[in-house]
């Protein structure tokens, strides 16, 4: 089946520590994203990328990196100079970064205590 | 960077009443989506407008792209309990940028 997984779909790690969150694509899709989604302030935008070996910083990058080595991954660290990490995160993706529709995967729960 | 601000927040109806939900923009967009997340699920794109004026429906639901295609609605006609959801609109970074920004998304709640 064509689709967009994340994984692990609940994460607990501990303050200080560096956690990388999975996002994989087998829709041959160009474009990717990264979105933190807290209660009422839907989805913000942390990272997009419009093709291999490229990303740009969305609205909310400090604190996060990614890479995009293979077209098909972008996997999202987040690391321990993010203030406040705990959140839902979701992975998008879409053939062009322009006019067309993204696809979400299920997203991952990260707590960090 | 490029707002797009949804109203209302949050919106509770009876089953059967109707819906609304609206999108605005400071700044001309060149097209705008909306997706529907349902309680502990991800987003689902539902419909994509590009045209000034344009007015598209999905069964009880209609989308409305305005004339300066700086506000956009999302219309649902007697509402259901499988409606239930948060609904987001998005468009395209200032400029035409290549970002999808969304807005904070309407909470909608259906008493059966």
């Known amino acids: 089946d064509g689709g967009i997984t994340q994984s692990p779909k609940y994460l607990f790690r501990k303050e200080g520590q560096n956690v990388t969150l999975s996002c994989e694509q087998n829709?041959?899709?160009?474009?990717m994203y990264w979105y933190r989604q807290d209660p009422g302030q839907g989805l913000r935008l942390i990272y997009y990328s419009q093709i291999v070996n490229d990303f740009q910083k969305g609205d909310i990058a400090e604190g996060y990196s990614v890479s995009r080595e293979k077209k098909e991954s972008f996997p999202l660290t987040v690391t321990s100079a993010q203030k406040n990490p705990t959140a839902f995160y979701l992975c998008a993706s879409s053939i062009q970064v322009r006019n067309t529709e993204a696809f979400f995967g299920q997203g991952t729960r990260l707590t960090v205590v | 960077g490029q707002q797009v601000m949804q109203i209302p927040q949050y919106q509770h109806v009876q089953e059967g009443e109707d819906f609304t939900t609206y999108c605005n923009s400071s700044t001309t967009l060149s097209n705008i989506q909306w997706y529907k997340q349902r309680p502990g699920g991800h987003p689902v794109f539902l419909i994509q407008l590009v045209k000034s004026g344009e007015v598209k429906k999905q069964k009880r639901l209609t989308f409305q792209f305005g004339e300066a295609k700086k506000n956009s609605s999302l219309h649902i006609t007697a509402t259901q309990t499988t409606d239930v959801g948060t609904y987001f609109c998005?468009?395209?970074?200032?400029?035409?940028?290549?970002?999808?920004?969304f807005g904070k998304g309407t909470k909608l709640t259906v008493n059966p």
């Open positions: 998005a468009g395209p970074g200032q400029g035409g940028s290549e970002k999808l920004v």
């Open positions: 829709l041959n899709h160009d474009a």
